[in-house]
């Protein structure tokens, strides 16, 4: 396997789709390929991250806001 | 992250199709509850989309108030969540078009990049480099990077990975194929990674 076919797979390893097989060949070239183990491990720490934090928080004044404005609305009917 | 199973081919139907019969008897507590149970993921989507603190405030409530009035329209073989968050995509491009006097949001644009191509900065992380960084700092960075991404990248990336929608949902979602759902994300994660190494390469990022 090459760089350039382990990467057009990465999301079945990562996202876990990948059959048997496939995972297996993803592995033994994971195995021999520091470049790609770093492309690996860095793209899932990214979606880790993203999927960890928080960058667009609603502040609690504006969701008390937001959410009688939605509620009194939605009681006159929309 | 929501956590809603899948309601087709199970027995137990899931806890929001019961507060939607809820609300269509007339219970309107029963909609606050899915209120503030979605709220935030959708303000986050919003924000994602429009990347305008007001037009997302205004998304979300447009959303939820459209939601209510189409209850009737809900069919309980898909999931609430993933209809209210249909909703909330249809609502952020229509007022992103708007922002932009009529020009189409390129969310169906294929960009032409380098699909398949060897990632060119190879560097390795510091161990846990978001450590680094202190809260505030950190989310400008992730709102700064995720930003750069062109708009049919960065909502695919969004609804996936953030938001835990399945492929198909996200295919459905934004009315795109999911071999375009498959290699949006991909090239997504990529450059994310890619445009995240400069602040967390093992070097630079230690010490900050």
Known sequence: MTCKEFLALLDDLIDNTATADMRSELQTHLGRCGHCEVVFNTTRKTIEIYRSHEIYDLPTGLRERLHDAIMARCKKGC | ?208
């Open chain 2, 1 to 208: 992250m929501p956590t809603i199973q899948s309601i087709a081919g199970q027995l137990e139907p899931h806890p929001d199709v019961a507060l939607v019969e809820r609300v269509r008897g007339g219970d309107d507590a029963a909609y606050d509850t899915l209120v503030r149970k979605y709220e935030r993921q959708l303000f986050r989507i919003a924000q994602h989309i429009t990347q305008n603190r007001e037009d997302a405030e205004d998304v979300m409530q447009d959303a939820f108030l459209k939601a209510y009035e189409k209850l009737d329209q809900f069919q309980g073989n898909s999931k609430f969540y993933t209809w209210l968050v249909r909703i909330a995509v249809n609502e952020s491009l229509m007022r992103l078009r708007k922002r932009r006097t009529g020009k189409m949001v390129p969310i169906d644009e294929d960009i032409e990049t380098d699909e398949g191509s060897v990632p060119r900065d190879l560097a390795d992380w510091a161990p846990n480099p978001e450590q680094n960084y202190n809260q505030a700092e950190l989310a400008e960075i992730l709102r700064k990077t995720i930003q750069g991404l062109p708009p049919g990248f960065r909502i695919v990336f969004v609804l996936r990975d953030v938001e835990g929608l399945s492929t198909e949902e996200t295919a459905e979602t934004l009315g795109l194929s999911i071999p375009a759902v498959k290699s949006r994300l991909l090239r997504a994660r990529l450059q994310l990674r890619e445009r995240l190494s400069r602040y967390f390469h093992k070097e630079k990022g230690v010490g900050k």
